[in-house]
């Protein structure tokens, strides 16, 4: 039997709209849920003392260091290796099988969990390469874990920029190279910054892949050999040894309004950018 | 030497195994303008694109045949791709801003040819705009986004970032498809007045416009050059039949 238009466009409808609701109602009552058990443990003391007592009581200031250098040097080097990559496979070779294998390769290792990622990092980083348990292991193999979803969110961003674009610039004289940097890059930067910032967020949550290259020492790290700790880290040690429930609900309140504060600085950069360029 | 500008020799022109070009020989003379008419598929296109070598760009190209510059053959492993398409412009079918100011865009390949000094590339702008008949209309608004000309408007503001690129050779094509008739009207003033200080070919669906403009003539058919004359007598006593029925409106 089939239904008069009239009814299937409400049952599509409500259908969707089920969805979408259920959807946000999940992601709501999470965040509110954090931040209610854990913005009560906020405040400056909390964010700019040392823990004591392992996290049982104190702040959370070498953590709160740690979640910023790390995912800042895993960013700063996955971001040249992975825009410069996108811009090869799409500027510079054409489609050929062995582009077609890149490409594959990338989308499997954008799918492995990032716990492998950390053996990886833990083996050749910290055992074979001797850097031991540092920023460094760790920024390097967050660097490696998210240089597959840069790469191909930079590439679909190249790609979506016109073609004709690259016509007109290489008629007026312009070798690949200005092409790429006056015309290609400019107009592909909002796709790019969407991928970076998806790789910052995921350096900043990552915990797997962290606890076994960069560590969870609690000092304030005073080069890129020493250890750290992250919030997540931080987060996933209080929170599984029964050190304290309050401070690691505080973390996870923190690390939920950094990954927004991340997000809305990025798109109020995107804005600006996007603004200044189409006045 | 000659008096023509390029010489074409037997070119011919291959994507993958289809020939869209065949054979094609053609002397285009300094300071005319050279209207190329013919129906779609027949080849146009193609020939422009092998005049400024844009059609290296698509993969699986093959090229047969010469093309001479001033006597220089532009296909010589050696010749200077970048170069050339400095001293050979190109105005597209549809126009395409680049997504900058108006300014930006005209001074675009100035820029890229190593010109930095304001008042210079000023200079290039307001002429360039001028003589594109567009300077009245982007004067008070040069530095807002070139998005937001009108079709008309933008055209003539990619004739003139070609011209800004002082260059010698300018390829249009069909430049004039989408716009309206005084549009057309001003982008065709334009080009008579530019003829005097440049070659100029322009590829035209419009058999009008060939006849309005065009100082020569070469009809395209199926990637074959049909005829080639002075205007006047491929309009009025075309040698052939193709062209008779083409320019009578016969077909195409």
Known sequence: ?279 | MSDAKIIVRRLSVFFGPVQSLRWVSLEVPRNRILGIIGPSGSGKTTFLRTLNRLNDLTPSTHIEGEVLLDGEDIYHPNYDVVRLRKRVGMVFALPVPLPMSIYDNVAYGPRLSGVRARERLDELVERSLKAAFLWDEAKDRLHTSALRLSGGQQQRLCLARTLAMEPEVILLDEPCSGLDPISTAKIEEALTALKTRYTIILVTNNTKQAARVADDAAFFLMGELIEFGPTGQIFTVPRDPRTNDYVTGRFG
């Open chain 1, 1 to 279: 039997m089939r239904l008069p238009p009239k009814y299937t466009q409400m049952t599509a409808v409500a259908v969707l709209a089920g969805a979408t609701l259920v959807t946000l109602a999940a992601l709501f009552f999470i965040i509110v849920f954090v931040l209610h058990k854990g913005l009560p443990v906020v405040s400056w003391r909390f964010l700019f003392t040392n823990p004591q007592e392992m996290g049982r009581a104190g702040g959370i200031f070498p953590t709160l260091v740690g979640s910023v250098l790390l995912p800042l040097l895993g960013i700063a080097i996955a971001m040249p290796l992975g825009v410069g990559t996108a811009v090869y496979l799409t500027e510079y070779t054409r489609e050929t099988k062995v582009t077609q294998v890149i490409r594959f390769g990338t989308d499997c290792l954008a799918g492995i969990p990032s716990i492998i990622f950390g053996l990886f990092g833990f083996i050749f980083f910290v055992v074979i390469l001797r850097m031991g348990w540092s920023l460094l292991s760790g920024g390097l193999t967050l660097a490696i874990m998210i240089l597959p979803t840069i790469i191909r969110t930079s590439e679909e961003a190249i790609r979506a920029v016109p073609y004709a674009y690259r016509e007109v610039s290489f008629s007026l004289g312009a070798t690949r190279w200005e092409t790429v940097v006056k015309v290609v890059l400019p107009n592909a930067l909002p796709g790019i910054v969407t991928g970076l910032m998806l790789g910052i967020g995921r350096c900043i949550s990552e915990t797997a892949a962290v606890i076994f290259t960069a560590g969870s020492s609690l000092r304030l790290p005073q080069s890129a050999f020493d250890s750290v700790r992250t919030m997540a880290v931080h987060f996933y040690i209080l929170a599984r040894e029964g050190l304290s429930n309050e401070n690691a609900y505080g973390t996870a309140a923190v690390l939920i309004l950094a990954v927004l504060l991340v997000n809305l600085t990025a798109y109020w950069l995107m804005h600006r950018f996007i603004a200044r360029r189409t006045k």
